[in-house]
């Protein structure tokens, strides 16, 4: 790979815009289309597609259907952009959420028929390096390599307002399309699901997290729950 566009520069100078879509309904979440300037855009491709071919890093999940693996700062460069401070402190600020020095990062590939996934809120409770127990606070999945997307051809993300809602009858849909993303609070509330599709999908996602307590004060122990209802 050639010197990075990447490499060295702030947020401001890789970002194409902040013309990005806040939605409270029916929890907070934003939806954001050609998020990284279009050279920037085909080195975080490229990366990604060299990333998969090293050898080991995908696996085949047969919960979820789809081959992944984790997104590390062994990666090339373009992609540790997901893990940056700064990229992290834009959701932070965005959802109003503190966060702790926790994060958890993958790529995915979900191949043409893949099934649907199941309608969940993301949350889990974890354990950090430091010892701090941590549930995820923001959840951030770009979308890439699908440039002959078209409606109809599947793959998205669906967005519920219950856990018991049939997975093929979302609220609405974010659509996968080329170097856009798709960021939400986790909370008790904030269900969704991968819809099968037709072409392949490929995805980064990304997990920020915030202490355990924290999430406590504001939701309760019980809202410490992948199905909580009420």
Request: a negative charge; glycine letters at 6%.
């Amino acid at each position: 790979m050639t010197a990075s566009a990447v490499e060295s520069q702030p947020l401001a100078r890789v970002l194409a815009n902040r013309r990005w879509e806040y939605r409270r309904v029916p929890y907070p979440h934003v939806i954001a289309r050609k998020v990284f300037r279009p050279g920037v855009y085909a080195e975080i491709v490229q990366a990604f597609e060299e990333y998969a071919a090293s050898e080991g890093v995908l696996k085949y999940t047969e919960d979820h259907d789809f081959v992944g693996g984790p997104l590390t700062t062994a990666a090339p460069e373009p992609l540790r952009i997901f893990l940056s401070e700064e990229w992290q402190q834009l959701f932070a600020r965005m959802f109003d959420v503190e966060l702790i020095p926790h994060v958890s990062a993958g790529i995915h590939r979900h191949r043409p028929g893949s099934r649907s996934g199941f309608v969940h809120n993301d949350i889990k409770v974890e354990t950090s390096a430091d010892g701090v127990e941590c549930v995820r606070a923001i959840a951030v999945l770009f979308y890439l390599n699908s440039p002959n997307w078209r409606l109809g051809d599947g793959g998205g993300t669906g967005i519920y307002r219950h856990w018991s809602n049939p997975v093929d009858t979302p609220l609405s849909v974010v659509t996968p399309l080329d170097n856009s993303l798709f960021a939400f609070a986790c909370s008790p509330f904030s269900y969704h699901s991968f819809l099968s599709n037709r072409l392949p999908r490929d995805s980064i996602v990304l997990f920020l997290y915030r202490s355990l307590a924290g999430f406590e004060a504001q939701w309760s122990y019980e809202g410490v729950a992948q199905y909580a209802d009420g």
